[in-house]
Nanobody, 125 residues
Framework: QVQVVESGGGLVQAGGSLRLYCTAS????????MGWFRQAPGKEREGVSC????????YYTDSVKGRFTVSRDNAKNALYLQMNNLKPEDTAMYYC??????????????????WGQGTQVTVSS
């Protein structure tokens, strides 16, 4: 049984930082692309940052480029999202997901098979 668990969300003031953490069990972590997605109330789920199974290729949505950094440690079955200079518009539920490996990671939610329950990020102005 595959389990994906994320943590690290919270309440932070604009300009602050948070580091999200995700781990997955029941699958070969190193063989999966991983992604961070977010969903705000009334909005569709969007790909925030994704990373290929080797860590060699990454994707960032335009609004987070230069502020967020995705990384993974396959030896520890760990995925991270370092979020700096947070803005109120970053407020959302953040989800971690695992999907089939490919050279370039997809940012489309339907391309990912396994999902965590989410961790809330709230940025106050």
């Amino acid at each position: 049984q595959v389990q994906v668990v994320e943590s690290g969300g919270g309440l932070v003031q604009a300009g602050g930082s948070l580091r999200l953490y995700c781990t997955a069990s029941g699958l070969i972590f190193a063989n999966n692309n991983m992604g961070w997605f977010r969903q705000a109330p009334g909005k569709e789920r969007e790909g925030v940052s994704c990373i290929s199974w080797t860590g060699g290729n990454t994707y960032y949505t335009d609004s987070v480029k230069g502020r967020f950094t995705v990384s993974r440690d396959n030896a520890k079955n760990a995925l991270y999202l370092q979020m700096n200079n947070l803005k109120p518009e970053d407020t959302a539920m953040y989800y971690c997901a695992a999907g089939p490996r490919s050279w370039y990671p997809s940012s489309v939610p339907r391309d990912y098979n396994y999902w965590g329950q989410g961790t809330q990020v709230t940025v106050s102005s």
